[in-house]
């Protein structure tokens, strides 16, 4: 790392942007100087939170109809202290299938959209570039990974099923990203070039207080030399 003359230990040149791939691909799960992950990471964890609660919610609403319609039916001829007490058994009768069949979805949904996002994000970061191949790819791979138990058939099922998904999907995101302006991957290497750009400024301007600084000082023991 080039240093000027007189430059002090922390005021070395700032560190370009990556420029490769693998840089950017390294610095997704790296926090900055506050201690944040950067913007596509977190959407990341908001997203599989989000696909989580809703698939609990897709799984688990009707199960808890569905058991409570069934304990009614089947609890006619049972005797309950009071109609609270009927209502009450109904419903931690619908809870346990909310609770079931609820996480039976959410984990699935949440794992698929956790895949779909890593592998979609971590090729747009890799190419630089947000494209619809970059979704396609990912739905392919995540359904074939969810359907690969079935063997080949199974497998390949999933790879169209999943690039049939990923391709409407990375579409309409495309779409959102063109409403705001600029997608996602264009504003984070727009922040990295002004972020940049911004510590270069300040490192020159340090370096050339140093330089004025050092020259000051020499002469000042040059003319202490002469007296």
Same mark, same amino acid.
């Given at each position: =790392? ?24 390294? /610095? ?6 506050? %201690?944040?992950?950067? /913007? ?30 069934? #304990? ?8 309950? %202290? ?15 299938? #909310? ?9 699935? &949904? ?5 895949? #779909? ?30 359907? =690969? ?10 790879? &169209? ?25 264009? $504003? ?20 050339? &207080?140093?330089? &004025? ?11 202490? $030399? =002469?007296?």
């Amino acid at each position: =790392m080039a240093e000027g003359p007189g430059a002090r230990p922390g005021f070395g040149r700032p560190v370009p942007p990556p420029q490769t791939g693998w840089e950017r691909l390294r /610095e997704l799960w790296q926090r900055d100087e506050l %201690q944040r992950f950067p /913007e596509e990471t977190v959407n990341l964890f908001k997203a599989a939170f989000t696909a989580g609660l809703v698939g609990w919610l897709y799984g688990g609403l009707p199960a808890f109809a569905s058991a409570r319609k069934a #304990f009614i039916e089947r609890s006619h001829g049972e005797l309950f %202290q009071n109609r609270a007490d009927a209502v009450q058994s109904a419903h931690r009768a619908g809870l346990r299938s #909310f609770l079931r069949y609820g996480w039976r979805w959410s984990w699935r &949904v949440a794992t698929f959209a956790t895949i #779909f996002n890593v592998v979609s994000t971590g090729l747009s970061v890799y190419r630089d570039k947000t494209t619809v191949s970059n979704f396609a790819a990912a739905g392919g791979l995540t359904g074939a990974l969810f359907r =690969m138990h079935l063997g080949l058939q199974g497998l390949a099922g999933g790879l &169209v099923f999943g690039t049939a998904f990923g391709i409407p999907a990375g579409g309409l995101l495309i779409a959102l990203h063109g409403l705001a302006g600029e997608t996602l991957q264009e $504003k984070r290497s727009r922040e990295r070039r002004e972020l940049y750009e911004k510590k270069l400024a300040e490192w020159q301007s340090r370096l050339s &207080v140093t330089e &004025v600084l050092g020259q000051t000082e020499n002469n000042a023991q040059g003319g202490l $030399k =002469m007296d």
